[in-house]
């Protein structure tokens, strides 16, 4: 059965002290790995799809990177507005329907 | 990437009664997808919607308590059936473009009393 675990469950963060957020997941064949961001009172947004093992994608202060068991998503230099909850969600090959399996979540907190 | 639109945005409601919740996608989507997130907590896969062919429910979710329709490719509706307290939580539709990612609406807040 596939499944995805985020750590750790919530963040504190002083601003500029960069971090990294992780998530583990086991599935019968990756198609793809998305990380979200998720605002209070808000739907997720979309931030990043990986692949294969050994790709990276970033985007400003945002990088992923992906594994064969997990993905990373690290946070350089932080500020304020980068607080949220970061969703990570896997898609394997033997899934029907386009569906994507969601992880817990890590709540960020960056303080200024 | 696609943008998604939901109605109501929030709604508190009576036990017993129903609400339908409507989205709107801004472009065609094969796939679209209804989620219910309780506060505190990750997104929870209620059902996927195929325009053209009956909606597919995950373990827990039935059509008789959530009927799902999907008249064409841009829009789905979600009804709520026979509510209780229990039901209350965040309701989020989402759309497939195509590749893969999902885009999703901002969410229903219901609350049933």
């Known amino acids: 059965e596939d499944q995805v675990t985020q750590s750790p469950e919530a963040l504190r963060l002083q601003e500029g002290e960069s971090s990294s957020l992780n998530c583990s997941y086991t599935v019968s064949g990756l198609r793809g790995l998305f990380w979200y961001r998720q605002d209070p009172g808000k739907g997720p947004e979309f931030l990043f799809t990986l692949y294969s093992a050994g790709e990276e994608k970033e985007k400003e202060r945002l990088k992923a990177t992906l594994t064969k068991k997990e993905s990373f998503l690290h946070i350089t230099a932080p500020k304020p507005e980068d607080s949220a909850t970061y969703l990570c969600a896997v898609q394997g090959v033997k899934t029907s329907y386009d569906k994507v399996i969601f992880g817990p979540g890590t709540s960020l907190s960056v303080i200024p | 990437s696609a943008v998604i639109s939901q109605k109501p945005s929030r709604d508190i409601c009576q036990r017993g009664t129903s609400l339908t919740i409507q989205c709107q996608v801004d472009s065609q989507v094969t796939m679209m997808f209804w989620y219910r997130q309780q506060p505190g907590q990750s997104l929870t896969l209620i059902a996927t919607a195929n325009q053209g062919s009956e909606a597919t429910y995950e373990s827990g979710f039935v059509i008789d308590k959530f009927p799902i329709s999907r008249p064409n490719l841009t829009f789905s509706t979600l009804t709520v059936s026979n509510m209780s307290p229990e039901d209350s939580s965040i309701y989020l539709c989402?759309?497939?473009?195509?590749?893969?990612?999902?885009?999703f609406g901002p969410g229903t807040r219901l609350t049933v009393l």
């Open positions: 989402s759309g497939d473009p195509g590749g893969n990612e999902q885009f």
